[in-house]
């Protein structure tokens, strides 16, 4: 948040409760369209180089294979439960790129975000979602835009 009110960018807190870890069911408890609560997935290169953060719908399936096409990359695999933990010292339900800005990330929002408005993304602790604009997202977070469902 204060990365946002740093840039004046404007957002709407969100808040439930903090047993809650996937943006599917943040969405239904918040009675918002799965599409979207977005979720942010920690995303290992085989061959080295910086991590990916990925925002992706809640209600999508990220596609490796047509991430992996897109950047260029041989092979990605997904971030277990743990390593994600332990390489961005957030817990998963609460992993957020605005929180994770300058910390050796990639950070990539899937195509489908660019239709929309307004999205709705993790500010970095379980319990607490933003909504923002999507075009204040991506200035905010510096993210590029790949297929990666």
């Keep these: 948040m204060r990365v ?12 439930f409760p903090d047993t809650l870890h996937s943006a599917e069911a943040v969405a239904d408890h918040l009675g918002l369209a799965r599409a979207e ?31 992996a096409t897109a950047l260029g990359e041989r092979k ?10 332990r390489l961005t010292r957030l817990q998963v339900g609460g992993i957020s790129a605005l929180a994770l ?16 408005e307004q999205v709705v993304v993790s500010a970095g602790r379980r319990g607490l979602n933003l909504r923002l604009a999507v075009s204040d997202l991506m200035c905010a977070t510096g993210a590029r835009v790949v297929d990666a469902t």
Aim: charged letters at 25%.
């Design 37 to 67: 609560v977005y979720k942010t997935l920690v995303v290992l290169r085989s061959a080295g180089g910086k991590h990916l953060l990925v925002m992706v719908a809640g209600d999508e399936n990220l596609n490796l294979k047509s991430l």
């Design 76 to 85: 990605l695999r997904m971030a277990t439960h743990q390593e994600a933990e």
């Design 101 to 116: 800005l300058n910390r050796g990330f990639e950070i990539l929002i899937d195509r489908a975000a660019t239709g929309r």
């Design 4 to 15: 946002l009110e740093k840039a004046g960018v404007a957002y709407q807190l969100l808040t």
